[in-house]
């Protein structure tokens, strides 16, 4: 008997084990799926041709309800709040170049210049369009727009001076993203925060958060003034995630009190971000 | 107004869902991985499913997200890859080789694994493969006859370990 080549080999091995999934059953029903589609959703916007860091950016915020989570491995680890204020989401104004100024005393008040109006990101400029032949399932113009060189003499926000009321000048997470970001005053703090928890879905590591009832108001109001353009995610005087509302969809949907936040988190980032949101409350 | 057709969504979820689970499989070696990818992916699919319907092969579609989601999930799960050199252990209704098979595709650049699954798997024709990627033909040549060196080399290395490969009645 001759050898079996490479190729029977392999497609042996495929054909097998394609064959045998073939009677899986699937997790819910293709009604179940279809009742949850109209979820709203944020999605973090492809980066990778803003920034030229594109390891952490597979990222992906996305709603949905625990219903939809049946599927993650790991049990939700609860958090419990201390106190603090540590945790805000902003409308996203622009993205911030790098300080490049003289080193500070990181006490200095600063008052911040508007975004030039090329680099705003606006949901006009930022131009979602839904469908379209794009995989994501919306095309948008980001990609295009600069990153604002002017905020390069200015150095970023003090946590002291970070006030949910002010504009902010804020870091991003390293190697993940633009380098800096301009936020307007925040429209959901941890005082909205009813509990958050790290838990994974699909092998990454999100927080998820469940609102209070005038939580789940403010945070749709900040999401349908925000619809189609960006939010900013605050995490200890850090953005840790700078999602697109809802671009697959033509018009909002309210979120109904729930708000998951993907980073490029791993096990310990989720539950530490989970414990700072909480403990802002 | 919503002008999808619910009932052709569910017959196809239906018809498609074993097919495109198992694909998620073959590229992600872990069956939760694989789940969630696959709904994920017939999620965008009814999303969209008033135009997917129109004028495209709806499976075709859903398999290109899908792949395209399994092989992205490779990207988030590497930096992790140092602490897990091996995925998941095999779980008891899993053969051993399938797990086998799975990390050799893993170590495939992401287009080469399409490739072998596409032809090799899924049994297209090499003009199909290569539009599916698009790539030229030569291009999908080569691949499938490096990545077929890659994944034959490690099937037949683990059928001649110690543990044998546990094979379903």
């Known amino acids: ?281 | 107004m919503d002008r999808r057709d619910g009932a052709a969504f569910d017959a196809f979820y239906t018809a498609s869902w074993g097919r495109l689970f198992g694909q998620a499989y073959v590229l992600t070696g872990d069956r939760e991985t694989a789940q969630d990818l696959t709904q994920e992916a017939l999620l965008r699919a009814w999303r969209r499913w008033d135009r997917i319907t129109g004028y495209e092969d709806p499976e075709g579609w859903t398999r290109r997200v899908l792949h395209n989601l399994c092989i992205e999930s490779w990207r988030r799960g590497r930096t992790r890859s140092a602490h897990r050199p091996v995925d998941a252990p095999p779980t008891p209704d899993i053969p051993v080789h399938h797990h086998e098979l799975a990390q050799a595709m893993r170590d495939l650049p992401g287009d080469q694994a399409r490739a072998l699954l596409l032809h090799d798997g899924l049994a297209m024709t090499v003009p199909e493969t290569a539009a599916e990627l698009g790539v030229p033909e030569g291009t999908v040549r080569s691949w499938l006859s490096r990545s077929r060196k890659v994944v034959a080399a490690r099937i037949t290395q683990s059928e001649q370990s110690d543990q044998p490969p546990v094979r379903r009645s």
């Not at chain 1, 597979?58 to 993650?72: D, E, K």
């Not at chain 1, 609102?211 to 945070?219: E, H, K, N, S, V």
């Open chain 1, 1 to 281: 008997m001759s050898e079996p080549t490479e190729e029977e080999i392999v497609r042996t091995a495929l054909r097998e084990q394609l064959g045998d999934a073939v009677s899986t059953r699937p997790p819910e029903s293709a009604a179940e799926l279809r009742a949850r589609s109209g979820r709203p959703s944020l999605r973090l916007p492809d980066t990778k041709l803003v920034v030229a860091v594109a390891a952490a950016l597979i990222l992906v915020v996305a709603l949905f309800t625990a219903g939809a989570l049946h599927h993650s491995s790991d049990q939700p680890t609860p958090v419990h709040h201390t106190g603090g204020d540590a945790f805000s989401v902003r409308p996203l104004l622009c993205y911030a170049a790098p300080y490049q100024g003289p080193t500070t005393d990181g006490t200095t008040a600063q008052v911040l210049p508007g975004c030039s109006s090329a680099s705003s990101l606006n949901a006009l400029a930022i131009g979602v369009g839904v469908g379209g032949s794009s995989l994501a399932g919306y095309s948008s113009n980001l990609a295009g727009i600069p990153v604002d060189d002017t905020f390069a003499a200015y150095p970023s926000t003090p946590p002291a001076q970070a006030l949910p009321a002010s504009t902010v000048l804020l870091d991003g997470t390293p190697g993940s993203g633009p380098d800096r970001y301009v936020l307007g005053p925040a429209g959901l703090t941890g005082g909205d925060v009813a509990s958050a928890s790290a838990r994974q879905v699909a092998g990454q590591w999100l927080v998820e958060l469940v609102l209070t009832p005038q939580g789940a108001t403010r945070w749709d109001a900040l999401a349908s003034q925000q619809f189609h353009a960006l939010v900013g995610i605050v995490v200890n005087d850090r953005v840790v995630s700078a999602p697109i509302t809802q671009p697959t969809q033509s018009s909002f949907t309210p979120f109904d009190g729930q708000l998951e936040i993907g980073g490029s988190f791993d096990h310990a980032q989720a539950t530490a971000a989970a414990s700072a949101i909480v403990g802002s409350k």
